[in-house]
């Protein structure tokens, strides 16, 4: 059995139907280009075949991607040379691609056979890169389907001729968005977008493919045509020099300069541009085994796309029965409620919304029906979503509603005493089995399930602001918490179709343990007279979507300021940061609360616009005249949370390391870049950074002492992937 298999009827229309053995949906493999190679060959050495179509054996989808073992054995493939391994493979997959766009033409272009490829369904990465080599893209009108390439999002950019053949059939700028952002399309918008040519009834696909084939088009495209010019102009036209200057501006203002393959991406379009077609294709297989070779991108698609996945699918989930959820009850219908009743509706629960008053519960509810206007008004949802959704919410004060709910999760006011409260009067209202949920931030999984004659059934599922956005959800185990409650949150985030983590209960968990130095380090910094400006944009330029004064803006400082008495009331003696609370408390007592209240580190206008940094924080922090060097403030900034994440695994609240690089670029958006706290640490390497540690402790105190993992890694010279993954993580 192979992957690709081809049937030649008797109108002369060969067709290749690519069904990848063993997979629900097509992957390419490396095993399975020569066989697509072998079968080009036949067809068009057979007078008898006038054309061909490539479409798939699978139901309603055309292909998912690239197996990424391809990458791997490229690099295998010329022994100790792996960036030689990965420029001829590709060049290889560029010559069957070619062989295809060009159909058997001779140099006059002339003669030749016309392929089109039909998709049935979703076409993504080299799953969309074979079609755009064909002649003619024709796609089965399903609304589901996605068609893109979306390399970008795992630390790649399409690298088999996607980015020269984008380029040169929309231009630059138009192309910008599906290379530089991996926007996906459905087939109607992909028609319009120009990226598919038909779109047509499920059951016509193939129909219409032969009909077109049939017809003797001409199957010459424009960039092997005398005097082809790139649409929106190539670099040195004034139109292209503006798009390419434009362009160039908007990558490094979104990315900072931090992302290895949007920067590549936009050299190998830029550089593609000013050469013949065969020659761009040399310079997109350079820059594309450049950003292969570069660790970011290994780590990138590890955390990205396989671990994400194996998180996803249940890589920690005991083993217990299916716990589907089927009605969940959410205590508390403020900011977090709300969201959680709708991202729950939205994926088919019944949901009962409870809070004090009615007209509180139905403000939470009316959230999701803001929601569903906003995707009405965006094309992205209908009236009759709207109306089903909103008739799965029961918003209401009785307790009674909740009876026959299987997951309950609380999300009321941060206070021991009313979670409490809550919990035992929701006891009384469901049954045995019932889980019981917090949402808790700050407070211990361990003491709240006190509250529960159940221990076992209470577990923590945090969940970050805004829910229906944030795409990573925190499972934390108390002491008691048993095997069924962990599987029933699993369960749960799986169906709200979000990224899980499971973490044992300390304080903080994890997430926020490593955000909070993350903020303080930076509040620190303006403490000593660093430029705010710096500390923000230090951390920009690491990848981080805001800097630390921002984030703190945004989160409000009045809940640092919260957080810090309970840590510090908690704590005692050994509370470690009175720095930071001089500047956190003043702020506070200025009225300075962030964005919420207006006024914060930065200034806001009428509208809430934010507007530059406050002046009257230079007038109590006066700038130092000597001020760091931004490796300084990076290093620092990066220390402060990689460290906190060594920790969590050294004390046991973190089990996986998977987890730990996952839940830090989801949760607060860390360095993605990187792969991750443990992924940076194997990058700069372990002996590095407990050197950088010993240095930053002897200047900025014991915060950044060496953990005695690292230092013990540090010696033996080992990964933190090499170390972990033959334990539990999959590399
Ligand atoms: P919020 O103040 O917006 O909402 C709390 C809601 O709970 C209010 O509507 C209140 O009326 C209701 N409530 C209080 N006591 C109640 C009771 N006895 N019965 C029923 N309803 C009651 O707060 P929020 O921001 O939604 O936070 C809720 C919880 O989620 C807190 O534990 C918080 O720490 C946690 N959390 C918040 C965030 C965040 O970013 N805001 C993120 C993660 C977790």
Known sequence: MTDFTMEKGADGVAIITWDTVGKSMNVMSMEAWPVLDGLIDDALADEAVRGIIITSGKEGTFAGGMDLNVIAKMKESAGDNPAKGLMDGLMQTHGILRKIERGGMDDKNKGGKPIACCLPGTALGIGFEIPLACHRIFAADNPKSKIGLPEIMIGIFPGMGGTTRLARMMGAMAASPFLLEGKLSDPKKAKQAGLVHEVTAPDDLIDKAREWVLSEPSIVKPWDEKGYKMPGGEPFHPAGFMTFVGASAMVNGKTQGAFPAA????????????????????????????????????????????????????????????????KVGVMGA????????????????????????????????????????????????????????????????????????????????EDVGVKAEVTKDVLKHVGPDCIFATNTSTLPITELAKASDTPENFIGIHFFSPVE???????????????????????????????????????????????????????????????????????????????????????????????????????????????????????????????????????????????????????????????????????????????????????????????????????????????????????????????????????????????????????????????????????
């Open 469 to 731: 956005k944030m795409m990573l959800v925190e499972i934390i185990k108390g002491q008691q918490t048993g095997p069924r409650a962990v599987a029933k949150a699993l369960d749960y985030v799986r169906q709200i179709r979000k990224t899980p983590i499971v973490v044992n209960d300390a304080r903080f968990f994890y997430c926020n343990r490593c955000i909070i130095p993350y903020i303080n380090e930076g509040l620190r910094m303006v403490g000593e007279g660093v430029a705010p400006a710096l500390i923000d944009n230090a951390a920009r330029q690491l990848g981080f979507p805001v800097g630390p004064l921002q984030l703190v803006d945004e989160t409000s400082i009045d809940l640092g300021a919260k957080i810090a008495r309970a840590t510090k009331a908690a704590m005692g003696d050994d509370y470690p940061d009175e720095a930071v609370d001089e500047i956190i408390f003043w702020m506070e007592g200025e009225g300075r609360l962030g964005r919420k209240s207006n006024a914060g580190f930065f200034d806001y206008d009428e509208k809430g616009k934010r507007q530059g940094y406050w002046e009257g924080l230079a007038e109590k922090y006066p700038l130092s005249e000597d001020q760091p060097d931004l490796i300084t403030v990076q290093h620092r900034l990066m220390f402060a949370q990689v460290l906190e994440a060594v920790r969590a695994l050294e004390e046991g609240v973190l089990e996986d390391i998977r987890e730990g690089d996952v839940g830090a670029i989801l949760a607060w958006g860390f360095a993605p870049w990187s792969g991750g706290p443990f992924s940076w640490l194997d990058i700069i390497g372990t002996p590095y950074a407990a050197e950088r540690c010993d240095q930053l402790t002897e200047e900025f105190g014991p915060r950044f002492a060496t953990p005695a993992l690292l230092r013990e890694m540090a010696d033996k010279g080992q990964t933190f992937y090499g170390r972990f993954s033959d334990e539990k993580s999959a590399a």
């Open 263 to 326: 920067k590549a991406l936009l050299s190998a379009v830029y550089e593609g541009a000013l050469v013949p077609f065969d020659t761009a294709l040399k310079i997109e297989a350079r820059w594309f085994t450049n950003v292969l070779m570069n660790p970011s991108s290994s780590a990138m698609i590890r955390s990205l796309f396989i671990n994400k996945e194996a998180l996803e699918k249940g890589a920690n989930r005991p083993d217990a029965p299916d716990q589907t959820v089927k």
């Open 334 to 413: 403020g900011m977090m409620g709300a969201g959680i009743a709708l991202v729950s509706a939205m994926a088919g629960m019944e949901v009962v919304l409870i809070d004090q008053k009615q007209d509180a519960a139905d403000r939470g509810k009316s959230y999701t029906a803001d929601y569903m206007d906003k995707g009405i008004k965006r094309g992205k949802a209908t009236e009759e979503k709207k109306e089903k959704t909103l008739a799965q919410i029961t918003a209401t004060t009785d307790y009674a509603a909740l009876e026959g709910c299987d997951l309950i999760i609380e999300a009321v006011f």
